[in-house]
């Protein structure tokens, strides 16, 4: 909960984090202009009086850690790296790449899936001293709420709670930076109950380039209908990062939502040496929760939209299938409710997860703990370690069918010679409810009636097995969704497929590239929103100065 939810321990899925790029040169100095109730970085367009030295060039120490992001895959060479803490600088960033025919691509937090920020062959913008937090006013002097591009999850996390006890329905992946993680619809362990955090998105400030002058344009939710301004907005609303300038800040409805006071946490597993002797408990289980959260999912559910759950089924070398749940009502008969319907059917009994493998660590003998929420999401909030990685995603709609059960058993059972797959995993996530009371139209975000969203994911270590991970992933998934054509398809009024696309998100570039004659990404991330999107970029970005494998093209 792109989450996103936290994808190594927890979650799937963050959010790709390519909020749009920018090279820099230097600039003098400004002074920082902090606003009351403000936290860390910069909190002025000009950053901090004494910069430092926010040029690194090869050779430089901190360059090799500064020029790879989370997934170990992907390393780069860039001319250079430019730490921006301000407006000034990043304008002046922009300025010197196109000066310098270098393509720009920007870092914030440095967890986008696939390699969109390196192998570019151009200059990095990091973004992430530039990590504000703090209560102000939107252009038109409405109060909200400001997040700068470079602040983390957990940033926004604890300084909107302790200083205004509200919270950004985000993920819980706390490394997460928000500058791609927001822009691509990110969402979170709360979602169910708040919606995705493009859901309260007021206002986005943007580095834009037309007529080859880079400025800063700030675009608002309430600007009038059909303006340029208004279509930038909208397309910050879930049309994933590198598409349209550099994001700066954004901006929440000063009616953010609150956080629960306290929040029950569930963590139980399946050890999958009882499940091999007893498969037909594995498709119960499958079963039991597509059909739960297909009941329970609409737009005006009043009970089970203060629910969140992950069932993580691991490839069998793990140990254990886990199911991690989230309630936030006081009343806990509901959750353990949940937690029975789950269980019904099963021969194998579920024990109590006391322990990382498989699922999430939570040190306590019974089924269900209660704890304060802030202490509850930073329990959930894990990274995982810094490894390769690969990932796929997929929205359903409704229960699973025989063939995605027996797909998933088949490949979650399968062996490769000499390949570690022991953190090969398909990862359920609880969707729906409040996200499904919003038209899809409403925002570029165009799922709006799936309850489950799933995440693929394989890591490992060992860079000789690139391609066996690569190869296993992909011939899951094909499996997976092979009655339409090896993809989670859209489904439309003539055609209930059961599945409604991918998150942009979740970059997956198997799903073709924007070079590509007829790449399916535009359509299974986007669907019917494409349209707008490309016009938003025709508008905004003309010359496609901001560009990645998977962006929208004009």
Not at 319 to 335: E, K, T
Request: proline share 6%; glycine share 12%; aromatic share 10%.
């Amino acid at each position: 909960m792109d989450h996103e939810v936290s994808r190594r321990r927890l979650l799937g899925a963050a959010a790709g984090v390519v909020a749009t790029g920018a090279a820099l040169g230097a600039v003098p100095a400004g002074v920082a202009r902090a606003e009351p109730g403000g936290h860390g970085g910069p909190q002025g367009p000009d950053g901090p009086g004494d910069p430092g030295d926010l040029r690194v060039l090869p050779g430089d120490g901190r360059y090799e850690t500064l020029s790879q992001g989370f997934n170990q895959r992907w390393t780069s060479d860039p001319a250079y790296i430019q730490l921006v803490d301000g407006d000034a600088r990043a304008l002046a960033a922009v300025r010197e790449a196109l000066d310098r025919r270098l393509r720009p691509t920007v870092r914030s937090g440095g967890h986008c899936y696939e390699d969109f920020v390196e192998n570019t062959g151009g200059a990095i913008l990091d973004l992430s001293i530039m990590n504000g937090v703090r209560r102000t006013e939107d252009k038109y002097g409405h109060p909200a709420y400001c997040v700068e591009a470079g602040a983390t999850v957990w940033d926004m996390y604890t300084e909107l709670f302790r200083r205004y006890d509200v919270a950004v329905p985000a993920g819980s992946c706390y490394s997460v930076g928000a500058g791609g993680h927001i822009c691509g619809g990110g969402y979170g362990v709360l979602n169910r109950r708040d919606g995705l955090t493009v859901d309260h998105l007021t206002q986005v400030d943007v580095i834009t380039v037309r007529g080859g002058r880079p400025e800063v344009t700030r675009a608002h939710r309430s600007d009038p209908e059909g303006s340029d301004t208004a279509h930038l907005f909208w397309a910050h609303t879930g049309g994933g990062g590198g598409n349209f300038g550099v994001v700066l800040r954004y901006y929440f409805s000063e009616e953010l939502p609150r956080p629960p006071a306290r929040v029950w946490l569930s963590s139980i597993a399946w050890p999958w040496a009882d499940i091999l002797k007893k498969p037909a408990d594995f498709t119960r289980l499958m079963k039991n929760f597509g059909e739960f959260f297909t009941a329970h999912s609409g737009p005006d559910e009043q009970v089970y939209d203060k629910l969140f759950a992950i069932l993580k089924l691991t490839h069998r070398t793990n140990g254990n299938i886990a199911l991690f749940s989230q309630w936030v009502g006081d009343d806990v008969a509901p959750l353990d409710a949940f937690l029975d319907a789950m269980e019904a059917g099963l021969e194998t009994p579920a024990t109590v997860q006391t322990d990382s493998a498989g699922g999430l660590f939570l040190p306590y003998p019974d089924r269900r703990r209660r704890m304060p929420w802030l202490q509850a999401t930073q329990t959930l909030n894990g990274s995982g370690a810094n490894q390769r990685g690969k990932y796929k995603s997929a929205y359903h709609r409704k229960p699973f069918s025989d063939h995605n059960i027996d797909a998933t058993w088949t490949w979650l059972t399968r062996d490769v010679p000499g390949v570690d797959l022991a953190q090969t995993l398909v990862q359920i996530d609880a969707y729906g409810c409040r996200v499904n009371a919003v038209d899809p139209c409403a925002t570029a975000v165009p799922q709006r009636d799936s309850v489950m969203k799933l995440q693929y994911q394989t890591y490992w270590t060992v860079p000789a097995q690139d391609d066996a991970h690569l190869d296993f992933l992909k011939g899951f998934y094909q499996d997976v969704y092979a009655a339409t054509g090896g993809v989670p398809e859209i489904s439309d009024a003539a055609h209930d497929l059961g599945t409604d696309g991918a998150y942009v998100n979740y970059p997956d570039v198997d799903l073709g590239i924007a070079t590509d004659p007829a790449p399916r990404y535009p359509r299974l991330y986007y669907k019917d929103n494409y349209p707008r999107l490309q016009l938003a970029k025709r508008i905004w970005d003309p010359e496609n100065r901001f560009h990645h494998k998977q962006s929208v093209v004009g």
